[in-house]
Structures are given as C-alpha cells and as structure tokens.
C-alpha cells in the first residue's frame, strides 16, 4: 500500500470481493447485487441510500427504508459479515429533551461515524416539512439521541468527519431548497459542540458535464497521508431526468475546504439494470464506506435507483493513482 491511511481500523471480515480479470474500472460492483433489496423487510417498498460501519466485531447500520405507505423513515440493523443484514422492522424512535425536535416529520439518507466515543449519526430531517440536517448519537445502535438540527433549512447530505479538526467538528452539507433542487455546491462548517455552527467554508461547486447540476458529498471521508479521500455524487439534468454517478476528491488535511485533486470523470454512473430501473431510475447514491486500514481495501455500500443498496469496491491506492493522473483542480 503506497498511501497511508490515519486515524483508521483493521476490518479483515469486511466485505471484498477482488477486482475482476480484465476490469480496467477503478471502482467494481460486486457481482452479487444488490446486497439488501426492496422487500427485505415484509413491510418495505424500498431499502436503499444508507450508513454502515464496524461494530462489535461485525456490523451496524442506519438504513433509510421507505414502507408500504411511502414514509420515509431510518431503522438500525445489525450484521456479522456486512452482507447478510437483520433490520429492525420498527422504525428509531428518538430520544430527546428538546421539545421542538419532536416535530420530526420523516428522515431519510443517513451517514453514520465514530468520534470519540459514540457513533454520530446525520440525516434530511423533514422538520415542519422542510428539509434540513437532522444529527444525533448512539452508543449501541438501539437507543439514540436527538440533538438540536445543525442548519436552519434548507440543506441535505451532512456527513461528519471521523475526527476533529483544530479541536472542532467538521462537516459537509448541501444548501439547497424545498424540492428536488436543481442546484447545489458543496460546503463545510465547524462546530465546538455539535450545538452551534459556523465558520462555512465553500469546497466545491459542479464542474464537468456528468456533474453538472450539481453535487453532494458521500460516505464519511477518509484520513491518509495525502489529504482526505472523500466519495462525492454528481448530478446531471438528461432529456430523460436526473442521472447520479459519483467520483472522488481529495482535500487537504488541516483545511479541508481546499481541494487538492478531484476527478475527472465519474467513477461509477447507472449501468447495471438495479441501478438503472427502480422507483427513480439512474441512481448510484453512496452513502457509506469501509475501510481497512491494513490493506487500504474500501468497500462502498450505495443506493440504486432509490430501491436497493448495493456494493462496490476499489482500495484507497487505486483511487489516490486514478486522482493524480485525472484531475480536473
């Protein structure tokens, strides 16, 4: 491995699958997808767009699983291998001492991280119907607690990073409006208490063709020895609607607002049928990634078409390579 990977962990029972004979790709599907379907809990309509990491020797997650009657809501799950997943068929119902929270409406595309001593986990809140950046914690991935909403709305795709920077939170959101926005860069802001944010610093906007609506950030973005790696999706407006694919970016490591490489090209767009057909069609949404720290192996779990989640793979060297010889900064 080339490039090191910081602030990381072992994971050798993750999933992986190795890069196919022949495939020029970066980035490779698993060849069993998708890893969690639509109907994998009898009162599901779709299971898709959401958050894994290790947990107790295996796995837990937060998964957005819309029902039978199209509510939208998160619910934790729990694996031994990160493949084959039990997901509470009752919804997270959230704890809180903040009365206002309680007009929680629905939520949908987690992120989850540990820092420090407990997982964060940010989502879209729908709070009074407008969508803003829902955050709360979790020590055992059965009880959690609601925090104050970090943005006044609107905004989507907050995703932490796994450690503090100078001493505060830092996390991406997406300003956006009440729809299905059809604009949208990427930012950062800073916390001391995960109460109060501030200091907003702009990363990035859209750029080339595949991205050229607009764009979000991904799973949690990882630490290594070159800056952080961070997954990001683009969005571009066809004859036919939205088409998600997503890339990669590195940022630098003490001020992450400042990009150092970024992709040329998508690194996965909708090609495969589940990516392609489903209740919104062309989607590849990531959401989370795991990273061994041993071997740089990532595996990436991401939404398909807003029906399904899936897997695909690559290693942090492979993607770094990719950066420096297709950048577009």
Request: hydrophobic fraction near 35%.
């Amino acid at each position: 491995m080339k490039n090191k990977i910081l602030n990381g962990d072992s994971i050798p029972n993750m999933p992986w699958q190795d890069k196919p004979q022949g495939c020029k790709e970066v980035i490779w599907r698993y060849s069993e997808n998708p890893v969690i379907k639509r109907n994998h809990l009898d009162m599901s309509n779709s299971i898709f767009n959401s958050a894994v990491v290790p947990f107790e020797g295996g796995f837990a997650g937060v998964f957005r699983v819309d029902d039978k009657a199209r509510n939208m809501e998160l619910h934790a799950g729990f694996s031994k291998d990160g493949l084959n997943w039990d997901i509470n068929e009752d919804k997270i119902v959230f704890k809180t001492d903040i009365p206002e929270m309680a007009r929680f409406q629905y939520g949908y595309d987690p992120r989850v991280v540990f820092i420090e001593d407990r997982y964060y986990v940010t989502w879209c809140n729908a709070y009074s119907h407008r969508p803003t950046i829902g955050c709360a914690y979790t020590y055992d991935f059965k009880e959690f607690v609601q925090l104050e909403n970090a943005f006044l709305p609107f905004n989507r795709n907050g995703v932490l990073f796994p450690r503090k920077i100078d001493g505060k939170f830092v996390m991406f959101s997406r300003p956006s409006d009440s729809g299905h926005t059809p604009f949208g860069d990427i930012y950062i802001s800073q916390s001391p208490d995960m109460k109060y944010w501030g200091e907003h610093r702009h990363v990035m906007g859209p750029s080339r063709g595949w991205e050229s609506t607009k764009i979000g950030a991904g799973p949690i973005p990882i630490e290594t020895d070159r800056g952080w790696l961070m997954f990001y999706h683009g969005v571009l407006t066809s004859c036919n609607g939205y088409v998600y694919s997503f890339s990669a970016a590195l940022l630098d490591i003490n001020e992450p607002w400042k990009v150092l490489k970024r992709g040329n090209e998508y690194l996965i767009s909708p090609q495969a049928y589940y990516e392609c057909v489903g209740d919104v069609q062309n989607v590849t949404f990531p959401c989370a990634n795991l990273v061994d720290a041993e071997t740089g192996r990532i595996a990436i779990y991401y939404g398909c078409a807003d029906t399904c989640t899936s897997l695909c793979f690559t290693t942090v060297d492979d993607v770094i390579d990719y950066l420096d010889n297709h950048s577009q900064v």
